[in-house]
């Protein structure tokens, strides 16, 4: 069974460290004492092996890193409830605040807390006997889950070569924000990501909000409830490399799929049904129902329609007592319902997996466990849109010089903006031309 490593930087970062907490040992059996006891016939001792180190005396800690510049969150989850499943190797808190810029917690407060960062994770590294690779969660407008999260990315890339990368990334939401730099920070950060990241799953927290509030009627969510929908998607990407299987699907396998051109690593992700759990037994879904749902636009945890644009590739993951023919026919189904429209000329981008087991659903989420279900993960030129908001967002506010000085005093200098926004911009032509072309 291999490993994975959680980097959990900043406050969004850390707040979806603990939904994952929740998520991972509901799944795996472990208790908040950090002892095993299996729930149902999935979780065996074996499987919890890959996001949790088991200790001499048999108690579990996590696998998972907290990494800020503030004190708040690192507090609160050492205080929280899942506090004895980690110590004091699992945190590093720095000395000064980021004031919410990117190039300070990049290049000041979070570089004066480097070699610590750089130092628990080796620990965590030599605690593992077959790296798989490390997961990232930051918000992409935040100073210090943007700017730290990157610096950690760069540095493991050459200390990990070979490691993959894999970031879960809150993206600004289309009019959502509560910071006057976010667009600033978030252009660096994705600049960033392009150079750096393997893959990176994106989230908004509007789509996030809408997928709470419209399909599973929750009236006032908040971000616990956005953070547990995160969790979900990322307990339901590393299933298989978790409890293993026949379609056990390693970072290296998706991004193999999912990636064929460098620079489009940007994926979203869906799934369905989200039945609220009050509603669980109202419903009798087929594998076309699931199908047709996963791919409506409600459906996304980002805000972009991928049925208007085009895809690049997409993987299938359905979970349950499902058989491919039926997958098969679900697909071909939709698709002359109204076609898939893929970059190029071609129909063998759409994957599928099939996991026999039902997808486990953490009972705080307020979603319903269903018999069969589907999570899907696309590279469509939909992606784009919000890359596009952020690029556009910025570009008015470094056209004025906005907010340029508190950057330029804080560890970058003038040129780096145009020169990072350029990549930006070559990410957005490339979304572009494939647009284009192979109609
Ligand atoms: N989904 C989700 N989004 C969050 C959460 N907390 C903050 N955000 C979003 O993240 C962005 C702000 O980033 P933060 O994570 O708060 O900032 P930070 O990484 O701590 O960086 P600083 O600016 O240095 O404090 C905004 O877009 C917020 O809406 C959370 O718990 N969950
Ligand atoms: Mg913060």
Known sequence: MK??????????????????????????????????????????????????????????????????????????????????????????????????????????????????????????????????????????????????????????????????????????????????????????????????????????NKALYRILYEELYQECPIYEDINRLIAFNVANVTRSMRFGGENNCSFREIKSKLVPYPMLLFLTSSYSPWTPKEKAYYYNYSVKDITCQAFNPNSFMTSCDIRQSKLIACSLNYSGNINYTDANNALSYMNLESPFKFVENESKKLSVNINPHTSIVNPYSGLAKTSISLSTLCNSTGISSIISLVSNKFMSLYSKRAYVHWFVGEGMESGEFRYKYENLRALERDYVELEKNHD
């Open 3 to 204: 490993e994975l490593i959680s980097i959990h930087v900043g406050q969004a970062g850390i707040n979806i460290g603990e939904a994952c907490l929740e998520q991972f040992t509901y799944e795996h059996g472990i208790t908040q004492s950090g002892t095993f006891e299996p729930q149902d016939n999935l979780s065996s001792s074996n499987s919890c092996h890959t996001m949790f180190h088991e200790s001499e005396s048999g108690s579990f800690n996590a696998r998972s890193l907290f990494f800020d510049l503030d004190q708040d969150k690192i507090n609160h989850i050492k205080k929280g409830s899942y506090k004895s499943l980690l110590s004091s190797e699992n945190f590093v808190l720095g000395k000064e605040s980021s004031s919410d810029i990117f190039s300070r917690a990049r290049c000041i407060a979070g570089h004066s807390i480097l070699n610590e960062c750089l130092e628990a994770t080796r620990k965590q590294v030599e605690k593992c006997d077959s790296l798989e690779g490390f997961i990232f969660y930051h918000s992409v407008g935040g100073g210090t889950g943007g700017g730290l999260g990157t610096l950690l990315c760069e540095h493991f890339s050459i200390d990990y070569n070979g490691k993959y990368k894999l970031s879960n990334a809150v993206f600004p939401s289309p009019d959502i924000s509560p910071s006057c730099v976010e667009p600033i920070n978030s252009m660096l950060c994705i600049s960033y990501m392009i150079e750096n990241n393997d893959l990176t799953i994106c989230y908004d």
